[in-house]
């Protein structure tokens, strides 16, 4: 596909989105020449290379793949590194191999894959690049396999093209912990094949079994039959089943109770009883149902073992916060060189320069000139922070407007963002483990029917003799098979997490959804949950004229408060065009940090800013406007003044704005029961604001708490639980792993995704409330189905008892158990939001 | 009847057969990436251009890259 061919259909796109990721273009990026409009530089650089590559089906293939899918999107990212560190020798001999044909090969992480269109365009590369041999693209973990020639090429050269496309590779982290996990993963996987196997042919010689006792076979072959199902249930429970009855010998020894004590007890007992059984040639046996539970549990199990896995390896992922290489600068001979040495090298004194929009890989002192940092990774407060010479810079804070030099006071582990991770771990980690609805039912089951097994046996001894006994008990068993009550709960988990997906609201686990089903404190992150996550003119008040001159000076300042004014007046003037159209130009602008921005528009002096800088200026305000500025104040809005000629002509008051739907949204959360709480990393005096006109108690709003105080908040032991945490930024990380339910939303910090254990499609209040629906609905569903399925064992159990039931029937009512829990968990509506619908309207 | 004996020993090695199949494949590490190779499949059949353009280009911007950055 040419070039040609794939132009018209970007034109026709939305003048005002990103032709590369699709975002919202800033008014500042507009070019309005242009036929194709960028987000960002990188953007840019990446769709240039991409059409002098002959990629260009890239987007053809995107949109393809991702119509549905485009709140995922993300600017690309190209950083223009020289990956240097990728060609040290200690690297290539630790992580590398020389392949069979004598190519180089490598495990990287990579950085920057967003759909199937990437895996295409990554695979693609062996066939553009000179001596790249092969590029195997594992997306779901962010995994790269890349073989390359060391004659024609090196590593570092790679990674600089596959930066170029908006791609970063990075060395693994710990690639033993990679190939240990990977073990673990195979080893769950064919526990649970042989598992699965061996249950559904000890059920199949189980109902040639029943069927021969019924129609009298002979001895022989009922022997015949009795060894083959106890020789598979032995298999199952040694093999695959092996796990539990470890388990539950730790627990024991530990002397702690443990759900595999049960298990493990039922499943000695089922197996040792049909050896015993067997070996006298009289008695009944169970052994399939052995086989069964060992199966059903384990697919439990390891859908509990894929979500831990996935939760694990982001975590490693989080490091990206901090960049993985720093740009030490080095004296060499009297002259200056940068060179790229991995974060972990860096050591106390050394000085690394950092370009504007990266994040510092460091903690230090900063050198030279002062500068702004956007600290929001770190704290949460959403606005840049002003940082002096020879202050403080903390690792993974972003540098805004200039390249800065920074001396290292500490590096790696000891960094703030370190510790911040190690205590996202902690927290994961020490989250107190629930059992459970369908763990507690099935951890008493098998040792009930064993005991109503043994009740049967002996009551009935006495009264119709050994052979009329057994055979009731063997109903008994037969009929209480445990397979309804293993689906009944992953059936209404999946049903539910399938139904909640559809409608944007994906949920990590069952447990989730248990945890959630009931109300208890509902704690809210400030930015971006309850309100709209960018500065904007909320309300304002005087001459439409004072705001254009305003936005005619501001358009020469990058501060966000800036850019919210000047994207106010272009929306107000109707998109895009407002730039560069004929309004008056600024001239002779100076921005006076911390205080405002002056400049000349035409003949008039124009002034914006605070307060102070107003009255340093000696401005005049009038009476309405100050009170104005109060109220303001009080919903939480930042005042600002614009002054033309050295009178206040308008005043402007910049947030937050608050989600439209947000109060009431919260107001039928309370009536629900939930005690909804604000804590927000910024200003206290903001927070309250915000949480006033919420309809939110003041003594239930937090602001200016830290990472630590958050966490600290949502383990507070005078909460309600279930505690349910909402939150986006990487701030929130510690809170949201620690919280009983962390709840992240899409489009915030991408590690705060793999964190929590629901993420919202979509920003706001709506989806959140739908989850709460929906998992108390899924739990009702769940609930429903044990008690049909307890039921039907209790119902199944008392008529053996009574000799209603012979074993034949048994064996054909059981799998008719299981089918009607599957109907049932169909049929049950999970996520039934019509309450809410209906409401709404 | 006696068939049984046969039989049904016969049908467990085939049902072991396919079970070593199955863990072969675990161990070969086919299960451990589901979501790449479904969407690897659409793009078999796409044709990429001749890459020296893009070797040059990339060249191209790393060298004017590290230009800005000396000049600074």
């Known amino acids: 596909m040419s070039e040609a061919s794939i132009g018209p259909e970007l034109v026709r796109r939305h003048d005002s989105s990103c032709a590369h990721c699709g975002l919202p273009v800033p008014v500042v990026e507009v070019r309005a020449i242009d036929p194709l409009q960028f987000c960002c ?5 990446v769709h240039a290379a991409l059409h002098e590559c002959g990629l260009g089906q890239f987007y053809a293939l995107r949109d393809r793949e991702s119509v549905a899918d485009a709140s995922g999107a993300e ?35 990579i950085d920057g894959i967003r759909c199937g269109a990437c895996i295409w365009l990554l695979e693609a590369m062996p066939r553009i690049v000179r001596g790249t041999v092969e590029v195997r693209v594992d997306s779901a973990r962010g995994i790269a396999r890349i073989a390359w020639d060391e004659r024609t090429t090196r590593l570092s050269a790679i990674a600089r093209r596959f930066d170029a496309l908006g791609y970063q590779l990075h060395p693994l982290g710990d690639p033993d912990a990679v190939k240990r996990e990977r073990a673990v993963n195979r080893a769950w996987i064919v526990r649970m094949g042989v598992a699965g196997a061996i249950a559904s042919n000890a059920m199949a010689v189980a109902f040639a079994l029943y069927g021969g006792i019924l129609t009298n076979m002979d001895l022989s072959f009922r022997l015949f039959f009795q060894w083959c199902s ?27 109770p443990h759900m595999d004590v049960p298990v493990a007890f039922g499943l000695v007992a089922a197996v040792g009883s049909g050896i015993a059984a067997t070996i006298r040639g009289t008695g009944s046996i169970y052994c399939e149902s052995a086989a069964m539970l060992v199966f059903l549990l384990l697919v439990g ?40 040495v991995a974060m972990d090298a860096l050591e106390p004194g050394d000085l690394v320069e950092v370009p504007a929009g990266e994040a510092s890989p460091a903690d230090g002192r900063l050198v030279g000139g002062s500068a702004h940092f956007d600290l929001s990774h770190l704290t949460g407060e959403s606005k840049p922070v002003r940082v002096q010479c020879g202050g403080p810079v903390y690792a993974g804070s972003r540098v805004l407007e200039t390249p800065i030099r920074l001396e290292v006071v500490v590096a790696g582990r000891q960094t703030r963002a370190a510790q911040l991770l ?12 629930i059992v459970e609805l369908a763990d507690r039912v099935s951890s008493w089951f098998l040792p009930t029917i064993v005991v109503a097994a043994i009740v049967t046996v002996v009551w009935w001894w006495p009264r119709l003799g050994a052979d009329q006994a057994m055979a009731r008990a063997v109903a008994m068993l037969v009929v209480t098979c445990p397979c309804a009550l293993g689906l009944a709960t992953p059936l209404a988990v999946v049903a539910g997490i399938g139904k909640g997906a559809r409608r944007g609201v994906l949920v990590k686990g069952g447990d989730v959804l248990e945890r959630a089903s009931k109300a208890g ?41 800036a850019r919210a004014l000047v994207d106010e007046w272009s929306d107000a003037k109707g998109g895009a065009e407002a730039k560069g159209s004929g309004d008056a130009q600024a001239s002779g602008v100076r921005e006076i940090p911390g205080l405002g921005i002056e400049g000349r528009v035409g003949r008039r002096l124009v002034r914006v800013g605070s307060m102070r800088f107003m009255r340093e200026r000696s401005a005049i305000v009038s009476d309405g406007m100050h009170v104005f500025a109060d109220e303001c104040k009080v919903a939480g809005l930042a005042p600002l003044f614009v002054a033309i000629d050295g009178r206040v002509e308008a005043t402007i008051g910049i947030g937050d704005p608050i989600r439209p739907e947000a109060r009431q949204t919260i107001m039928r959360l309370k009536r629900a029961g939930w005690r909804v709480m604000l804590a927000s990393g910024d200003d206290s005096v903001v927070t ?14 937090h602001g200016g708490l830290s990472p630590e105080e958050k966490l600290a908040f949502v383990q507070r032991g005078d909460l309600a639980r279930p505690v349910v945490m909402v939150g986006d930024g990487v701030n929130d990380l510690a809170a949201l792993a620690a919280a009983d339910v962390g709840v992240a939303v899409r489009n915030g910090a991408q590690a705060s995704h793999h964190v929590a254990d629901v993420c919202l499609a979509a920003r706001g209040l709506r989806p959140l409330e739908r989850f709460l629906v929906g998992s108390r609905s899924t739990m009702r569903a769940i609930r429903v189905n044990l008690a049909v399925s307890v039921g039907y064992n209790a119902v199944g159990g008392a008529l053996a008892f009574a000799g209603l039931v012979n074993p034949l029937v048994a064996a054909v009512l059981m799998p008719v158990s299981g089918l009607t829990v599957l109907m049932l968990a169909l049929r049950l509506p999970s996520f039934e939001l019509s309450e809410i619908e209906k409401e709404q309207s | 009847m006696e068939l049984v004996y046969v039989a049904l020993p016969v049908a467990l090695l085939v049902g072991g057969a396919a079970l070593a199949a199955f ?42 890259k590290g230009k800005t950055l000396d000049t600074r």
């Open chain 1, 41 to 45: 530089s990188g953007c840019r650089a």
């Open chain 1, 521 to 561: 404190t509902l704690v809210l992150d400030k930015t971006g949950t309850v309100t709209q996550g960018r500065t904007r003119v909320v309300r304002w008040m005087g001459a439409v004229d004072a705001l254009a001159a305003a936005a005619c000076v501001e358009m020469h300042s990058a501060h966000p408060v």
């Open chain 2, 23 to 64: 863990i072969w494949a675990a161990r070969d590490d086919q299960f451990e990436d589901l979501d790449t190779p479904p969407k690897r499949a659409i793009f078999d059949d796409m044709e990429v251009n001749d890459g020296a353009a893009c070797v040059t280009h990339v060249e191209n911007n790393r060298k004017n």
């Open chain 1, 422 to 433: 190690e205590l996202v771990r902690e927290a994961g980690e020490r989250r107190a483990p």
């Open chain 1, 230 to 256: 106890v020789g598979l249930a032995v298999v199952a429970v040694a093999w695959p089943g092996r796990i539990f009855l470890t388990n539950a010998v730790a627990a024991l020894r530990a002397r702690t």
């Open chain 1, 75 to 109: 600017p690309a990212l190209v950083t223009g590194r020289g990956f240097e560190h990728l060609d040290d020798v200690r690297f290539l001999g630790a992580q590398t191999r020389i392949d069979d044909a004598g190519m180089r090969r490598a495990e990287l992480r």
């Open chain 1, 688 to 701: 309250s604001g915000v949480a006033k006109s919420l309809g939110i108690d003041a003594r239930d709003a």
């Open chain 1, 301 to 340: 199990r390891f859908v509990q073992y894929g979500r831990q896995r996935r939760a694990r390896e982001q975590v490693e992922l989080l490091l990206a916060i901090v960049p993985a290489i720093a740009r030490k600068v080095t004296i060499d001979d009297g002259r200056e060189r940068i060179v790229d």
